[in-house]
């Protein structure tokens, strides 16, 4: 004997609440992924605040630079959910507004890491001296 009871709660969800289960198990799988790619990340000695010359500062600004590069992601990402969101719930719901405050938020962030990125760039660039100088 089928069981359609399942079937039938199916049945009687709305799109809208499907796309709420829907989003939801997709932001599971992205936590899931994140936390098993974070725990496999080894960690670097390089103290990342300081602005130390005899620290590679080269590094230090690629780093921030990927994660400025990492932050625009997630904020198209975010705006383009906003999109989806609006089309679905339209322009006055929570997760329009939501998405579009994570997408400013990692806008923000994105520029923030940039200067910073910056900011170590150039004491890398100060403290470098060409050979022929010498």
Do not use: W
């Not at 390089?46 to 600004?61: F, K, L």
């Not at 089309?87 to 579009?100: I, W």
């Not at 400013?104 to 994105?110: C, L, N, S, V």
Request: overall charge negative.
């Amino acid at each position: 004997m089928i069981d359609t009871s399942s079937r039938r709660y199916e049945e009687k969800m709305s799109h809208g609440d499907q796309a709420i289960v829907l989003s939801r198990r997709g932001l599971l799988l992205c936590c899931i992924v994140v936390l098993a790619c974070s725990g496999c990340a080894s960690p670097t000695s390089v103290e990342m605040d300081s602005y130390d010359p005899s620290h590679n500062q080269a590094e230090i600004a690629s780093y921030y630079r990927n994660q400025a590069v990492a932050m625009r992601e997630k904020a198209d990402a975010q705006a383009t959910a906003a999109v989806r969101y609006e089309a679905l719930f339209g322009p006055e719901a929570d997760l329009v507004s939501g998405a579009k405050s994570l997408a400013h938020y990692y806008e923000q962030t994105a520029q923030e890491l940039e200067r910073v990125a910056q900011a170590h760039e150039a004491v890398a660039r100060n403290t470098r001296t060409p050979a022929a100088v010498r």
